[in-house]
């Protein structure tokens, strides 16, 4: 069956808004897959260390055939083809992150996959994107994404470059 995926997109090293642009043409050529909306690009203060510099996020909307756990392998490929580097420091600064947020409306807990993911529905990088291409949304677990925008406390996000 085919079901929506949502992908958080972030990046603050090596030309962060051409790596999220190059992630979204790489989620397009995912197979069995086809990339259905992309939101604007956002730059956001890091969640984490604060001495890196600030993160581009996006958040990407996929029509997939693949199971979960397949599309997070392709998740992974691509992270790695862009040069993602593993093994860093915990929260440290990244070249390309690829989070599968949300797969239909699905809940999943296995040793490689929590979906939804963890703390998305507290990260405004990840539900102010995820809002504007899918504003009727509601989080498996956490209510309506409205919601959850209205309780997330500062709003760090700043639109860049706006999406179609
Ligand atoms: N902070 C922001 N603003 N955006 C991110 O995508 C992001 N990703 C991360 C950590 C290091 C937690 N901080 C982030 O992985």
């Not at 939804?116 to 539900?127: A, K, L, Y």
């Not at 498996?140 to 996000?157: D, F, K, M, W």
């Amino acid at each position: 069956m085919r079901l929506i995926a949502y992908v958080g997109i972030g990046s603050n090293l090596d030309d962060p808004v051409a790596q999220v642009q190059e992630a979204f043409e790489e989620l397009d050529a995912i197979p069995d897959s086809v990339l259905v909306s992309r939101s604007s690009l956002y730059s956001s203060k890091p969640m984490g260390p604060a001495d890196q510099p600030e993160y581009v996020n996006a958040v990407a909307a996929i029509d997939t055939l693949l199971s979960p756990e397949d599309l997070l392998t392709a998740l992974r490929r691509i992270e790695d083809r862009q040069g993602r580097e593993r093994g860093g420091e915990k929260w440290g600064p990244r070249i390309l992150d690829l989070d599968l947020l949300l797969y239909g409306k699905k809940k999943i807990s296995t040793a490689d996959l929590t979906i939804p993911h963890p703390g998305m529905h507290e990260r405004d990088f990840v539900i102010i994107p995820l809002a504007e291409i899918a504003g009727n949304l509601t989080i498996p677990g956490h209510g309506s994404l409205q919601t959850l925008i209205r309780q997330c406390e500062n709003h760090a996000v700043k639109k860049l470059i706006t999406g179609k």
